[in-house]
């Protein structure tokens, strides 16, 4: 049943005390003073945050620096650390005492409303789009065996990507038996855009022949490994807003096959007899859209760690399945030489984000624990630069400690982007991406509650606290300014979506007063959402107009979050 505009609307807006402010002390940048010959109040300096592990020669983390032992330079320039922290792994909780419990009707994208949460967190992504079926199968024992033996202290989160798309087989936990239960549900799968991205030469006995056939495959090859490496990047971009909202250093675990970051570059005396064939043969960079998934991972404060799920390899000769064609009584180069563009993309990916790539080992449940322990104690260095900096490019950091013989690692640098003027079609895509994403945001925070709508029948009404430190206001003449846009989502039991009927935008004009206390106190929102029996869950969106910045949040709707008349007159719950 469809709610008529008038229900729909219905809880608007209130100002009211529902969301303390998430703004640390002293986090804010230097802004210039408000006076009433200048009231628009102006960001002159924009923070750049790095995550800092350092050990000693042994491996072993050093835990005892402090912010005068640390140096960091920007393209070479060296710069004032004005933040500093170090964090360790998070102890178990001690005995009697219990993690603050967020009801059953709430939901938060912020995992830091869990008193439980640790300052660092590891999710383990099963990439089996770009894994062999069989290297699948080996890759998930393994992790089997890992999750049988965390410790108390790791905070692990399970996610998988398949040729269907991302999905969330456990989130953030210490038990390992619910992770055990959840992965045996993680199926390996064959994915024909594996299977397409590869292919033995041709072998017909006629030369021209084979070149035929071989430019084919090439040409469908190269298709099918670009759609790979396209899906998984934006997937990973997925990931790093999903984790944006999780405080402190993110290690991600990519236990994946991986791919080439280049197309048509390959066996130099195959390129030769491909460029003979067909002089415009298919050649593509795909940097681009590692980069731009590294900037969103770094953004987020997500350090990659990939696991070479092939494991140990070895020469290509050695598998008597091949169709090895011989030349001259010669094999051709790709037959005795081991191809690492795949693990090249693997350290690419890890250096630019503060991570360390594992491959050429069968001990992958090894390279997972090392993972996690590499952030056992992790710093946090801060430092402002003035705005005229941002110029969109990249800007590399060099981070050093004054201890002799300590091993650094930080990410390498970061993109230094100008703010953008968004358009209403920019605003619309974004918007579009999370309302299909299987992951939530977390760039503005939300709680979320659900109950029985008391006055609309057919609906569920959902009461929306919206973290206002996330909302970029404008000092314009005395008013505080901002422009949100509020949207809510069904998605039934099949997985389909049910686009919002409308956008409800919110202009707020705060007097200074008003600000001061929404800014201690936070905002909320409510709204009566229709539902149907086939309605399994709502998705809450808010995005930010001025910066761009967007939150999401999923409910799920049972029958006890409907109005009993709702039930009476459809005759079937939920």
């Known amino acids: 049943m469809k709610l008529s505009r008038a229900a729909g609307l219905a809880c608007l807006l209130s100002l009211s005390i529902c969301l303390q402010s998430q703004t640390p002390p002293g986090s804010q940048p230097e802004a210039a003073t408000q006076t009433s010959a200048s009231p628009v109040l ?7 945050q790095v995550n800092v592990l350092v050990h000693d020669h042994h491996g072993q983390p050093i835990g005892d620096l402090s912010k005068d032992d640390f140096t960091v330079t920007d393209q070479g320039k060296p710069q004032r650390i004005s933040i500093f922290s170090v964090e360790a792994a998070a102890a178990v909780p001690k005995t009697g005492t219990q993690p603050t419990v967020i009801p059953s009707n ?6 830091s409303q869990r008193d439980d949460m ?41 996610y998988q990507l398949t040729s269907s798309g991302f999905r969330v087989i456990h989130d953030f936990t210490n038990n390992p038996s619910a992770l055990l239960a959840s992965i045996a549900q993680a199926m390996p799968g064959i994915d024909l855009r594996m299977l397409g991205s590869e292919f033995d030469p041709a072998n017909t006995g006629t030369d021209a022949l084979d070149n035929s056939i071989d430019y084919a495959n090439q040409r469908y090859a190269n298709f099918q490994i ?54 415009n043969v298919d050649q593509e960079i795909l940097t681009d859209y590692v980069e731009d998934a590294s900037r969103a991972l770094n953004n987020a404060s997500v350090a990659v760690y990939p696991v070479d799920a092939r494991g140990l390899l070895g020469l290509p000769m050695a598998d008597a399945s091949k169709n090895v064609k011989i030349v001259h009584g010669r094999l051709p180069s790709s037959m005795t030489h081991v191809d690492n563009s795949h693990t090249d993309t693997m350290q690419y990916v890890a250096d630019l984000t503060g991570g360390k790539a594992f491959y050429n080992s069968n001990d992958i449940k090894g390279a997972i624990r090392k993972a996690i322990d590499d952030s056992a104690v992790t ?8 705005e005229e900096n941002w110029d ?16 650094v690692r930080a990410k390498k640098g970061y993109f230094a982007e100008r703010q953008q003027n968004l358009t209403d079609r920019d605003l619309t895509l974004r918007i579009r991406d999370a309302i299909w994403s299987p992951l939530d945001a977390a760039g503005v925070g939300l709680l979320a509650s659900i109950v029985p709508s008391p006055t609309v029948p057919s609906a569920s009404r959902i009461l929306l606290k919206v973290s206002s430190s996330d909302i970029s206001f404008v000092q314009d003449q ?45 905002l909320s929102a409510g709204r009566d959402v229709g539902v ?43």
């Not at 590891?122 to 290297?135: A, G, M, P, W």
């Not at 260095?381 to 003035?386: A, D, E, P, R």
């Not at 969109?392 to 091993?407: L, N, P, T």
């Open 42 to 48: 102006k960001v002159t300096t924009r923070l750049v």
């Open 106 to 111: 709430q939901f938060s994208n912020r995992f």
């Open 118 to 158: 640790p300052t660092s967190a590891t999710v383990i992504l099963l990439d089996f789009t770009n894994t062999k079926f069989t290297d699948q199968v080996y890759a998930k024992q393994q992790v089997v065996k890992f999750l049988a033996q965390i410790q108390p202290e790791d905070r692990v989160a399970l």
């Open 226 to 279: 670009r759609n790979r490496v396209i899906d998984t990047c934006l997937s990973l971009k997925v990931l790093a807003d999903h984790l944006a909202g999780l405080p402190g250093r993110k290690s991600l675990v990519w236990v994946s096959g991986g791919f080439p970051m280049f197309i048509g570059y390959g066996d130099p005396e195959a390129q030769i007899n491909m460029a003979k064939l067909a002089p």
């Open 379 to 386: 710093y946090t260095l801060g430092f402002y630069t003035s």
């Open 392 to 407: 969109d490019r990249y800007h590399k950091i060099k981070v050093k400690v004054k201890r002799s013989g300590a091993e």
């Open 478 to 522: 005395g008013v505080y300014k901002a422009n949100v846009d509020v949207l809510f989502a069904t998605i039934n039991k099949r997985g389909g979506v049910r686009p919002p009927d409308q956008r409800s935008t919110l202009n707020l004009q705060l007097k200074p007063d008003t600000y001061t206390r929404v800014m201690s106190e936070g």
């Open 532 to 574: 149907s029996p086939e309605t399994e869950s709502i998705k809450v969106i808010v995005l930010d107009r001025g910066t761009g910045q967007l939150g999401s949040v999923t409910i799920p709707v049972t029958k006890k979050d409907v109005s009993s008349k709702t039930l009476a007159a459809a005759g079937t719950g939920l």
